[in-house]
């Protein structure tokens, strides 16, 4: 029986929430004891074994769909990798465990580790290519934003929407040169805009809750990775958001035909790039906006994590006092 707001019918067994919590938690740790030392490859990697490790105590049949990379490229978490005991639920995953491997070598804000579980087939794979998103939070009609219009409009209509000014409209774009244009054009309409050097999943969740985060809107080109993985935290909270692939040039298109996506120019809804149901977890590896980061205390290493369920719309934020910590990273 569909739920009355033809939320997704839960199949996920409702343990899972809480296990991916412990996944992500110890990624988190694992990457966090490197936070800062300018090392990227080796924080993500402790990430990755982390993350691995603790995946394959779940009682899943899962299949990594959006991971560390290609079999030949990565030796774990490799698109196509099976995970989990092999028991329960087939599931496909979307994982990261690092997001912003830069953010946590530097020690600067918003560095995660993510995961999102779907039913089988319920992810976009999504090739390692780049992604045009614009997202916003929920409590706006249907349609609000759209890619097909101009950054100007979008920002107008969000506005209008929130009732607001364009000048009272915050908006979230990565700092890359490849935005001069968009910048300027979202500036010309009196919105603010927050750079971000990297992490655009918590760029786009970001916008689910300006009031504590300041953002409304994100806009710009990122991973198609992160897009997908975004779009599943939105299912679970609440929000709008669209995604086209950037296909330039004939490496890239044949890639995503290999992936099974036929129209390089398809415009994505959040729908379309995390269907049904869906489990989405977060632990933060530096202190950000939504999540606090890992704390290593004397004899306590404290987790901030955010878990919730597109099913049943729960959001859930655990802090985690973890004390058998000599074992924390093997147990
Ligand atoms: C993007 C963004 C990610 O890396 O993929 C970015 O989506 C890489 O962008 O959140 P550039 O190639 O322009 O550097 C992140 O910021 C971090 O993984």
Redesign the pocket.
Known sequence: MLPSDNRPLAVLDRALSMELVRVTERAAVSSARLRGRGVEKDADQAAVVAMRRELNRLPISGTVVIGEGERDEAPMLYIGEKVGTGEGPKVDIAL?PL?????CAKNLPNALCVIALTEEGGLLNAPDV?MDKIAIGPGYPEGTIDLDRSPIDNIIALAKAKGVAPSDISACI?D?P?HAKLIAEVRSTGAAIRL??????A?VIHTTDPRTTGIDIYIG???A???VLAAAALRCIGGQMQGRLILDSEEKRARARKMGIEDPQRKYAMGDMARGDVVFAATGVTDGNFLRGVHFGHDLITTHSVVMRAATRTIRYVEGQHRLFDKFDDA
């Open positions: 990261d997001e912003g491997t830069t953010i780049y990565m890359r490849r971000i050097g990297d992490g655009d999943v760029g080109i990122g991973g990775p992160e897009g």
